[in-house]
């Protein structure tokens, strides 16, 4: 271990929550991600955006952005990936003519359907392998970070 500030004050990587989290992400994700990719030519953005869609019926980019915490250029361009696919399309709004609502296609529905079981499959496999209580615990304790804190302190 080497000798500065840091180490006095007992950081320590391993333990930082922020990069505990980034890589129970990655290493939660892999395997699903490997097959989205291999299976169906998704990218997890697009994913993302199917599966709002799918779920929701109708969203604009905004609101996914905001849902999923995705940048904005990214869901950009992945829109534009899944409308030259044919997957979605886009309604401009009759109220506001800036707002799109981005829907599925019939061919996309099909897509939600084939990779929502696979999501669904990932989920409970991830469940099963931490065990019921702890995924409820943990899906609570995730819930509380993505929570944005009240400035007020409420």
């Known amino acids: 271990m080497r000798d500065s500030k840091l180490t006095e004050l007992r950081f320590d990587p ?6 505990l ?12 991600l490997r097959e989205l990719r291999d299976t169906f030519g998704l990218s997890r953005t697009q994913w993302q955006i199917i599966a709002y869609l799918g779920f929701s019926g109708s969203m604009t980019a905004t609101e996914i952005c905001h849902r999923s915490g995705v940048e904005k250029t990214k869901i950009s361009r992945a829109v534009a990936v899944l409308e ?12 506001d003519r800036r707002c799109e609502y981005l829907t599925l296609t019939s061919k996309g529905d099909a897509l939600f359907v084939a990779v929502g079981e696979r999501a669904i499959e990932a ?5 099963a392998r931490i065990g019921a209580l702890r995924a409820r615990e943990l899906e609570s304790a995730l819930r509380a970070l993505i929570r944005k804190p009240d400035p007020r302190g409420r």
């Open 14 to 19: 391993e333990r930082f929550l922020p990069n």
């Open 21 to 32: 989290l980034g890589q129970a992400s990655v290493a939660s994700e892999r395997d699903f």
């Open 84 to 95: 030259g696919e044919d997957l979605l399309v886009r309604d401009r709004s009759k109220v």
């Open 123 to 127: 989920d409970q496999a991830l469940r």
